[in-house]
């Protein structure tokens, strides 16, 4: 089983349309997650990091599901703006060396279309 | 905002040459990292490095690597004879010691390719 798995994609959509991402890890002992956004030969940027209680930016919201190991980033109203590569990324265990080693996905290609 | 340098931003080297990536991280951070993204595939961790030494690497981090911050200020990537499986992005990035937050800041990467 891969370690951070996504969507394969890719996601062709109209502006104003919703759209949502999934993902699911394999290490239960993880301690953070995130979503980045990747523009095409250009470095991840930070999205929006994920907690259990669900976080919410603007037209962004994402879940997380401890149990499940499952995450999900849901977009509002797309812009031709949100066109790009969204990576699921989740950071090691607490404390020892492996903390601060982030763990990308394969990412999911979002194009969003007038 | 602060942020992570690197230079070259491409750089076109013959196999079997050895390459040296240079990062410079955001000056109060503490731990520093090396990825690389290979066309069309996943962004993978090479190694971090703290405190002066290297606290993980990964597989893919064998013996043709090697990091160093020389000065207290660069932060650099070598790579010994260079294959052409070598061709890939590298990104740098750093992180302030945990007390100050989580981030990651990555810089905008060194594109490699090997012919």
């Known amino acids: 089983r891969k370690e951070v798995e996504q969507d394969p994609g890719p996601f062709n959509v109209p502006e104003g349309a919703t759209v949502a991402f999934n993902c699911t890890y394999s290490?239960?002992?993880?301690?953070?997650f995130f979503w980045y956004r990747q523009d095409c030969r250009k470095e991840p940027k930070l999205l929006m990091s994920v907690y259990s209680s669900g976080n919410e930016d603007g037209r962004f919201t994402a879940q997380l599901n401890r149990a499940s190991q499952y995450i999900s980033l849901l977009i509002r109203d797309s812009k031709l703006s949100d066109s790009a590569t969204y990576l699921c990324?989740?950071?090691?265990?607490?404390?020892?060396?492996?903390?601060?080693?982030?763990?990308f996905g394969q990412g999911t290609i979002l194009t969003v279309h007038p | 905002e602060p942020e992570v340098t690197q230079t070259p931003s491409h750089q076109v080297t013959q196999m079997g040459q050895e390459v040296i990536l240079r990062c410079v991280p955001i000056s109060n951070h503490l731990y520093f990292y090396w990825y690389r993204q290979i066309l069309g595939q996943k962004v993978e961790f090479l190694v971090s490095?703290?405190?002066?030494?290297?606290?993980?690497k990964s597989e893919i981090f064998d013996d043709q690597f090697s990091v160093e911050r020389p000065d207290g200020s660069n932060f650099t990537l070598k790579i010994r004879s260079t294959k052409l499986e070598d061709s890939a992005m590298y990104f740098c990035?750093?992180?302030?010691?945990?007390?100050?937050?989580?981030?990651?800041?990555f810089g905008e990467g060194s594109w490699l390719t090997v012919v």
């Open positions: 990035a750093s992180r302030a010691y945990v007390s100050s937050g989580n981030t990651i800041y």
């Open positions: 990324v989740v950071k090691g265990n607490a404390g020892g060396t492996s903390y601060g080693k982030l763990t």
């Open positions: 290490n239960s002992a993880s301690q953070s």
């Open positions: 490095f703290y405190n002066n030494e290297i606290s993980e």
